[in-house]
């Protein structure tokens, strides 16, 4: 059976994010709840920002390291900034149009076009080699024991030489008939690579031979048409010491056990994108725009805040001290990790943030909108 492509705008938010339609479907179109007035409990400012150039597509996620930034735009450029003034340390254009990445790993970045051909280049922007594997990627390369672990629209799971792009090692996965395109995503590291696929299942795969260590169904079809059995695992799965945790769409969140992928924990949930994680506790916001904080060893509900529906608020981010997520009018909000309550507020250029926003440390955090402009935001001293 061919495989089809969900190109419905107007199902959810998630879609509208996640296809990179907005382009044609303006914001202005939506129906958004405005916003109440909101005393801040503490302030935020922007540090610094910048416009290298749209980035719609989500799979164009930043990478942030020690002390840089480097970002990717839909049009092949690559911006290499100084995290703390924002100054450029270098900036290319690969003459390609550019689907995803930014990975990272061995010294390296990997990007991805739209002809299926994958890029490396070192830290100081010089292209080190590429590959031509077919097919779009569906998620951001990543690499761990010198592996590149790509991921194709076509099923394809390839493990690569992080050394000149070789191939090490190939999984064929069958494909659901209806998928949601450029959703799944991926975590590669301590050697193994945990691998979200259509129709709501998880993989671990070592990253050295390719083998399955384990697949679990994070969850299960349900409906009778095919739309209503989209549940494609979404984003980068959070590991723990002991567990993996994830979310689908129209599906469920939940943390599974890591050395053999059995179900600790799963709630009902249609997840709008990536969970996010702190040692303790699992937060996700579904397609309605309700946050929810569950307790990561038990799965029980800790708090959620149904303030900011019909927002389209973007994947949340986590750092020791706050939440972070953005909205479709460019609002950042700030919540509170006690109880989810808002406690800051800032605009930026108005256009939607769908993308996950980044922590770079306990109190500041990297987010890009749809118009192209980035931006660090850090909370002021008290």
């Known amino acids: 059976m061919k495989k089809k492509w969900l190109i419905n705008p107007l199902k959810t938010w998630f879609l509208l994010g996640l296809i990179g339609v907005l382009s044609a479907c303006s914001s202005s179109s939506i129906i958004v709840s405005k916003l109440k007035p909101l005393k801040a409990k ?11 150039g749209s980035s719609k597509n989500p799979l164009l996620e930043p ?26 340390n270098w900036k290319i254009d ?17 990007v991805a076009d739209n002809k299926g051909i994958l890029y490396a280049y070192d830290l100081q922007g010089k292209l080190q080699w590429h ?72 993989l671990a795969i070592d990253v050295n031979s390719g083998n399955i260590g384990w697949e679990a169904a994070v969850s299960i079809p349900r409906g009778a048409t095919e739309l209503e059995r989209m549940n494609d695992v979404l984003g980068h799965p959070s590991l723990g010491e002991a567990d993996v945790c994830a979310a689908s769409y129209q599906g469920k969140v939940a943390c599974l056990d890591l050395p053999r992928g059995n179900i600790i924990w799963s709630h009902d949930l249609s997840a709008v994108g990536p969970i ?15 946050l929810y904080a569950y307790y990561r060893s038990s ?4 708090w959620k805040n149904e303030t900011l529906k019909d927002r389209f608020l973007s ?13 479709i009018k ?10 989810g309550t808002e406690i800051s507020r800032l605009d930026t250029d108005g256009s939607a943030i769908t993308m996950q926003p980044v922590a770079i440390n306990s109190n500041t955090f990297f987010l890009q909108t749809q118009a192209g402009h980035v931006y660090v935001i850090t909370a002021e001293s008290k």
Do not use: C
Request: charged residues 20%; proline residues 3%.
């Open 276 to 290: 996010t994680a702190s040692t303790n506790k699992v937060y996700a916001v579904d397609e309605k725009g309700i």
């Open 315 to 327: 994947s949340p981010v986590a750092s020791s001290d706050y939440i972070v997520a953005g909205d």
């Open 299 to 302: 799965g029980v509900l800790d």
């Open 131 to 202: 590959v031509s594997l077919g097919s779009e990627m569906s998620s951001a390369p990543q690499s761990s024991n010198d592996i590149v672990v790509v991921t194709t629209e076509e099923g394809h799971i390839y493990g690569l030489s992080s050394e000149d792009g070789s191939q090490k090692w190939l999984l064929a996965r069958n494909m659901p008939s209806l998928v949601l395109r450029n959703a799944t995503g991926m975590t590669v590291t301590r050697g193994a690579a945990f691998v979200g696929v259509p129709g709501g299942h998880l």
């Open 63 to 88: 990478v942030v390291t020690e002390d840089m930034i480097y970002v990717a735009t839909n049009r092949g450029k690559i911006v290499a900034y100084k995290i703390e003034n924002g100054n450029e």
């Open 42 to 52: 503490q302030n935020f400012t922007i540090k610094w920002s910048d416009h290298p």
């Open 330 to 339: 460019g609002v950042v909000h700030i919540f509170s990790l006690v109880d």
């Open 94 to 110: 690969t003459d390609v149009r550019l689907t995803s990445g930014i990975g990272y790993g061995a010294g390296d970045i990997f």
